[in-house]
């Protein structure tokens, strides 16, 4: 059974930085996983692709409206993936979920990418 276990969501004011880790697990398939990122996803709001990565190539993919602030990167040898968020916004307010790829395909910043979620973390962004 695959798990995306997410961590260092919390409190921050807004200016400030977070950094949040998940690490994979329990993939039966070498197709798995090449595919790893994060979302996000407000009360009553969709769901929004925040960054993404290719596993094999490090080639990451962002939302427009965190470039510049957030930085996703990759520890294979840990099957861990980061999301460095800086300049917090109170509009980064959000459950934020880890998400990796489960078949073998193109990796991009779309839901239809990911086919294993987290169970999420809370951000909190107080101005």
């Known amino acids: 059974q695959v798990q995306l276990v997410e961590s260092g969501g919390g409190s921050v004011q807004a200016g400030g930085s977070l950094r949040l880790s998940c690490t994979a697990s329990g993939y039966t398939s070498t197709t798995s996983g090449k595919c790893m990122g994060w979302f996000r996803q407000v009360p009553g709001e969709g769901r929004e692709g925040v960054a993404a990565?290719?596993?094999?190539?490090?080639?990451?993919y962002y939302a427009d409206s965190v470039k510049g602030r957030f930085t996703i990167s990759q520890d294979n040898a840990k099957s861990t993936v980061y999301l460095q968020m800086n300049s917090l916004q109170s509009e980064d307010t959000a459950m934020y979920y880890c998400v990796s790829s489960a078949g073998d395909g193109w990796c991009y910043l779309n839901a239809a990418v990911f086919g294993y979620w987290g169970q999420g973390t809370k951000v909190t962004v107080s101005a």
């Open positions: 990565i290719s596993t094999e190539d490090g080639i990451t």
